[in-house]
């Protein structure tokens, strides 16, 4: 479930293919401090550890998993750097989700719904469509109008045009603020995703990270 959210993920914020590895996907962003993304197959405490103590300081390390606090104690063991904010990644049958319609713009895979209140885009968000799989990310309401539902509004909106285009299951990476949200649209939990950032100096043990990767 977690390739096939990458797979949208990656696709709405504009990058390459993944590249696939032994232990884990690889997705290059290009950005300060985040240069790659490394999301691991498995959260194997021998395979986490192995990729946390060779991860580079322009690197994060994404973990996905049932046992979120036991991982991220060990990856800040190995040296890295965990976020305090543990994600969730989240799944629901479209079928079964709220529907509502709002303004949509198509380009390709991609379907853009805005949300007007007197002319001015008070929410909005996105869904990329990979076969059965709709994946929503980046839904915003602007801060002078949240408590209104425009957030439920845009998810309806995205649900009901990914059934139009074939999609069966959604799929997305809930923040925190966002979790409550979607549990209330009907979204479930599947498992939690522990992110860390790389360190400036990976212990020496390590080795290259390209050779960790590949099992070398």
Known sequence: MMRRWLEGWRLCRDLGPVIGYDDAYAAVLGLPGRDRELFTRTDDPTTVDRLAR??????????????????????????????????????????????????????????????????TVAAHGMVAIVGDDAVMHDIQTEPAYRRRGLGSVVMGALAARALERGARTGLLMATTDG???????????EATMVTASGVADPRPMSGDLGAVLTGG
């Not at 049932?66 to 799944?91: D, N, V, W």
């Not at 979790?179 to 939990?189: Q, T």
């Open 54 to 119: 060779a991860l580079p300081a322009d690197t994060w390390l994404t973990v996905t998993t049932q046992h979120g606090a036991e991982i991220a104690r060990r990856l800040a063991a190995a040296g890295t750097r965990p976020f305090e904010e543990q994600k969730t990644l989240m799944s629901i049958d479209l079928l079964a989700h709220p529907r509502a319609t709002a303004e949509i713009e198509t380009d390709g895979p991609l379907e853009y719904v805005n949300v007007l209140v007197d002319g």
């Open 179 to 189: 979790f409550h949200l979607y549990r209330k649209l009907g979204w479930s939990p």
